[in-house]
């Protein structure tokens, strides 16, 4: 309890809320981010206000912004995409938000260019794990470093390794497998003694999971998951890469980057895209891609169209469920 009572301390200390604290809890509030991230704990700790959502749509969320003079939120990205959307057309008066936390899943740099603009608030990038480490963009950090980065270290006792995949340091600017270690991250998961041999060093850092770059300034760019990757003979795709440059077209609201079986390369590349207005020729959806300067086995090798896809309770993609919604076999 005093560990997690440092962390809620720390956080509270290192946002520096306004005098006016008004936190509005849309995400589900049994879940870190919003919960303790500094969510609806740390803001009741500053002696602010929480209001609770009944739902997650935007039309309920600016209504309450607008009632009881929110002035901070937190979302994870496809629902900010869903703000920002009905930014435009929304009656009711947002002009109270100052600022918005953006965290749970990577936050397409063009998605977080639109924040300042049509929300009319300070974007905060936020990446995290139960496990130890939390991340945000400093509120006066540099414009560049908040739409591009995810943040850098809430206390300055984290350690972070960055190991190619022999386990070596790789440079500054090069991406690799993070890994943590500090005075809030667990020594290992409960009688899981195989689990733990898997997930943490012999010196105690604990392997995320997650593919980042350190930019110069000291944050993190999150590349992707080492899970969430598809090895199209030989070569690793990172499938947040892929969607993040997906998501940067006009007509995509929504994307989600798979791996299918594939006989002779082993994996092929599949994307899904939600394009409410109206579908991309596929040819004009890859050579957009490589407009953008994506290699060419990065390319998704298929493209199919979605009406939605599915999200967990968080409103994270459910890749899982997604694979078995469509017979991507042909």
């Not at 957009?288 to 086995?297: C, S, V």
Request: glycine share 8%; charged share 20%; proline share 6%.
């Amino acid at each position: 309890m005093l560990i997690i009572f440092i962390v809620f301390v720390l956080v509270i200390k290192f946002v520096n809320f306004l005098t006016v604290l008004r936190y509005l809890c849309v995400l589900p509030a049994a879940h870190n981010f919003p919960l303790s991230s500094p969510g609806a704990l740390g803001c009741l700790m500053a002696g602010g206000t929480v209001v609770l959502t009944p739902d997650a749509s935007p039309q309920t969320a600016f209504s309450l912004i607008e009632k009881h003079q929110i002035t901070v939120a937190a979302l994870v990205p496809p629902l900010a995409l869903l703000w920002l959307d009905e930014a435009a057309r929304t009656e009711h008066d947002i002009t109270s938000l100052e600022v918005l936390q953006v965290g749970g899943a990577r936050f397409s740099e063009e998605a977080a260019k639109r924040v300042r603009p049509e929300l009319g608030c300070t974007l905060q990038q936020v990446f995290g794990m139960a496990e130890g480490l939390v991340n945000y963009t400093r509120l006066d950090d540099p414009e560049s470093e908040i739409i591009s980065t995810q943040g850098r270290p809430m206390s300055p006792a984290d350690e972070l390794l960055v190991l190619d995949d022999m386990g070596n340091p790789v440079e500054q600017g090069t991406e690799g497998m993070l890994f943590v270690r500090g005075p809030y991250t667990i020594q290992g998961y409960y009688r899981a003694l195989a689990h733990n041999q898997r997930s943490f060093t012999q010196q105690g850092y604990y392997r995320t999971g997650d593919i980042v770059v350190v930019t110069e300034a000291g944050n993190l760019q999150v590349v992707g998951r080492d899970k969430d990757q598809i090895n199209r003979g030989g070569e690793k795709i990172a499938a947040e890469e892929v969607e993040n440059h997906l998501l940067a077209h006009d007509l995509v609201h929504d994307a989600a980057v798979i791996a299918i079986p594939d006989d002779y390369l082993g994996e092929r590349s599949c994307a899904a895209l939600v394009c409410p207005a109206q579908n991309p020729k596929v040819i004009e959806i890859k050579r957009f891609l490589r407009d953008r300067g994506l290699a060419d086995f990065k390319i998704p090798d298929r493209v199919i169209f979605v009406d939605v896809l599915p999200k967990t309770p968080v409103g994270k993609i459910n890749k899982n469920k997604l694979v078995g919604s469509f017979d991507l076999s042909s």
